[in-house]
């Protein structure tokens, strides 16, 4: 059964036009895609499967889900990849997603393979010099297994973009 969403009126959606536009202005001043993607991210990446909570309510905000170890740095948060859809009207949630619902790097590739194949779907991306590795990136260079689609990824930006923005979008509309 496909989700429903909210209906907005128009005026609704031109003032998320408006604020997306100026965010992407503030990202462009601010070179900061990178920062932002991953507060996208984190916010969506808290849903629980199991439990039917977490997810993208806007939980950021809160000081304890930021202290979460996961977090570090995102209080100082936005990209320039895939357009992912806004399915708006989503209602902000007052309590803080559990820490540790998102893979670690320290509890190694079996746990973050069973993160993404449980709960998130595929989610990867290709080694570049100038790119911004994180510790989970690199299990991913570590276990065989993954090997096959970093390569994809790495050698078809388009492909991952792709692939990316339907993950990312279905990781959203979770919770």
């Not at 998102?102 to 998130?120: H, K, S, Y």
């Not at 100038?130 to 297994?145: A, I």
Request: glycine share 8%.
């Amino acid at each position: 059964m496909p989700k429903s969403y909210p209906t907005v009126t128009e005026d609704y959606n031109k003032v998320i036009e408006k604020a997306r536009r100026k965010l992407r202005g503030l990202i462009a001043e601010k070179n900061c895609a990178p920062i932002m993607l991953r507060l996208a991210w984190h916010s969506a990446g808290t849903f629980d499967c199991q439990t039917k909570t977490g997810g993208p309510f806007c939980t950021l905000k809160h000081a304890a889900e930021l202290a979460h170890n996961a977090n570090n740095g995102l209080d100082i948060a936005v990209t320039g990849g895939p357009e992912i859809p806004l399915h708006p009207g989503r209602v902000d949630k007052n309590e803080a997603a559990p820490e540790a619902r998102l893979p670690d790097a320290t509890t190694g590739a079996d746990r973050l393979r069973q993160v993404f194949v449980t709960q998130m779907g595929e989610l990867l991306g290709g080694k570049k010099d100038h790119l911004l590795r994180l510790p989970t990136d690199q299990v991913l260079l570590s276990v065989s297994v993954f090997h096959p689609l970093v390569e994809k990824y790495a050698a078809d930006e388009d492909a991952f973009f792709a692939d990316y923005a339907d993950a990312h979008l279905r990781l959203s509309d979770l919770g």
